[in-house]
């Protein structure tokens, strides 16, 4: 039988719900400013407050002292994830939902290292740092993280090749592999940012360019520039990439760079489509574009 | 199991047993050789070609704000943690003071290896904040995924914790057990267990459970082998193909890999639940191989653990 007690507002309870009420204002104040494409509504809003209140109520009322709270937390908290229908709402339901249970790991944590000699307090404070990260899943700088869930049900039977391509002056054409731009493992982040503003894409296309002729006494050699001194035995990339025959594209031969999309039928891999996004002349600074 | 349980709830105890003194030479020199290795694969010189425009995209920027939440990572704390601050009054086009950098953080890793943390930690202490420097020019172009974070943080932990009177250059006794060695592992094990926890998760928020067996992951496979054929730059082994002919296995790896991520705090029990998580992740790693994805350091990474004591003096092989 879960004892109940009269609850005890401490000072650290009092401290959660403050922090608490701020994470849902800011969320709020977010959801306002940027996020017009959720509509959370006003009773949603309510009940999300209602609860994570509740939450901490109940655990100052079970006075952190039984596993029981994260039962009731963890039941609560399929519950709600099953509810509500948006990763937004989900997110600040963990958020509220966790501020509790922080005090609780602590609490176990912390007697944990007083058990053992010659304790030291850096420690404590790297464990607690990686707890709350983990728990409050902001993913504080430096240590960034949180991969995304994935889920991917193929309907299309086409197959997509996407990405920047350069040409030389024969009109032979190849792909510009992110591993030119090592140690940066996406540089199409930065592509899909700027795509929209003339100016700033054309920097990065400049930038794409200059990054290629910087690294072409390695790239013509069969190397990327991250292979410049342990060559095959260099610490891989982030996706494994194959090198192309880049020697037949010297930084002097190469005349346009486009971003192309080619769909191949899945079974007989021939060619069903193919979109340019833009083409941009190097020589002449010149835009052909499909958007604007 | 429910004793265990027990332990784990209110005794987190185990997994601070003490370890020879070898091992924990082991973890230092392992983890240092291991960004010396990567730091010396990459090239950050090439940051002095970027314009300010294109650093100064933060990883929050990358992602719309259902997918990830970033309340409390404004710029400015970037900046201020990876010592980017510096350039907002000195400018970053300097190719010799990167290199400089890059160069100065292999020096400062090779000295933690040998020496052990030296004068006021300094060794260690100055190589984790230039390993910070570093990547903070990766974190100023949205680019937060380079399986980078748990060896950061073992760096970090051991450049505030590591004992300072164990060095290469001062003659011990390997076998000798090591109190403070003990809470270094134990703590490198809560790091593996935050991490994959959180992205456990993640994958709770982002991915309702009963679309949990919807992923197609041999569907993936294919497409992602049809794109190598197709001589696209991302190459994904053949090793992996006879997935694609075993589709009836994606709605059990999938969710396999979800409910491990949500059960890692287990391997806080005891240590010998590291063995197994490990060998699974090492092979759930390279299995992301398959897609074109390659986490080579988390693969390396749970190496940390081996060991090494047990292996050379020829005890039982136990974690």
């Known amino acids: 039988m879960i004892k109940f007690h009269r609850p005890t507002i401490k000072i650290n309870t009092a401290i959660h719900f403050f922090i608490h009420l701020l994470i849902l204002a800011l969320g709020i104040g977010l959801y306002g400013l940027r996020f017009d494409v959720v509509k959370i509504s006003t009773l949603q809003w309510i009940l999300l407050i209602l609860t994570s209140s509740t939450s901490i109520v109940l655990t100052s009322s079970l006075r952190l002292s039984t596993k029981r709270v994260l039962v009731i937390f963890f039941l609560s908290f399929l519950v709600e994830v099953a509810i509500l229908d948006t990763t937004f709402q989900r997110r600040i339901l963990l958020l509220s939902f966790c501020l509790p249970l922080i005090s609780f790991f602590r609490s176990k944590i912390w007697k944990a290292y007083k058990k053992i000699p010659n304790q030291f307090t850096p420690i404590k404070l790297i464990v607690l740092g990686n707890i709350t990260t983990f728990i409050f899943l902001v993913h504080l700088p430096p240590f960034y993280g949180g991969i995304a869930g994935w889920e991917a049900a193929y309907k299309d039977p086409l197959v997509y090749l996407s990405g920047i391509k350069i040409y030389n002056k024969e009109g032979d054409s190849v792909w510009y592999s992110n591993g030119i731009t090592s140690p940066l493992n996406f540089p199409y982040r930065l592509y899909f940012e700027h795509r929209y503003d003339s100016k700033k894409l054309e920097t990065y296309i400049k930038l794409l360019f200059d990054i290629y002729k910087r690294s072409y006494k390695h790239l013509k050699s069969g190397f990327f520039p991250s292979q410049y001194l342990l060559k095959e035995f260099a610490y891989p990339g982030h996706n494994p990439y194959s090198i192309e025959p880049y020697n037949r594209f010297p930084p002097s031969q190469v005349t346009l760079m486009t971003f192309e999309t080619i769909g191949f039928d899945l079974k007989s891999k021939k060619k069903k489509v193919h979109n340019i996004d833009w083409k941009y002349d190097l020589s002449t600074r010149s835009w052909e574009k499909r958007f604007n | ?319």
């Open chain 2, 1 to 319: 199991m429910i004793s265990s349980l027990k332990t784990y709830l209110f005794e987190v105890k185990s997994i601070f047993s003490p370890i020879s003194e070898l091992r924990l030479h082991y973890i230092r020199i392992f983890i240092c050789l291991f960004f010396v290795y990567k730091i010396l694969s990459r090239d950050f010189s090439v940051f002095e070609l970027f314009e300010k425009s294109n650093l100064s995209l933060y990883p929050k920027d990358m992602y719309p704000m259902d997918r990830a939440f970033y309340l409390f990572t404004p710029d400015f704390l970037t900046d201020l943690v990876t010592f980017h601050w510096i350039h907002w009054f000195v400018p970053i086009k300097n190719e010799a003071w990167i290199n400089f950098a890059q160069y100065a953080t292999v020096i400062f890793l090779i000295l933690f290896a040998i020496v052990g943390p030296g004068p006021r930690r300094s060794f260690g202490v100055i190589s984790i904040s230039l390993i910070f420097y570093l990547w903070g020019f990766l974190w100023k172009n949205g680019q937060d995924i380079d399986a980078i974070f748990i060896p950061m943080q073992i760096v970090l932990l051991l450049a505030v914790s590591h004992p300072k009177n164990t060095s290469l250059l001062i003659t011990s006794n390997y076998s000798r057990e090591s109190k403070d060695g003990g809470v270094i592992i134990g703590s490198i094990v809560i790091i593996f267990v935050c991490y994959y926890f959180g992205s456990g998760l993640n994958k709770l928020i982002d991915v309702p459970v009963h679309r949990w067996f919807s992923y197609e992951l041999s569907q993936e496979i294919l497409r992602a082998r049809v794109r190598s054929d197709l001589g696209y730059f991302v190459q994904a082994p053949k090793f992996f193909s006879f997935m694609t002919t075993v589709p009836w296995t994606d709605s059990i790896l999938v969710p396999i890999t979800y409910l491990s991520h949500l059960s890692m705090p287990l391997i806080l029990v005891h240590r010998k639940w590291v063995v197994k998580a490990s060998v699974f992740y090492i092979s759930f790693h390279l299995m992301t191989w398959s897609i074109g994805i390659l986490f080579f350091g988390m693969i390396l990474m749970w190496l940390v653990f081996l060991p090494i004591d047990r292996l050379v003096f020829g005890k039982k092989f136990v974690i």
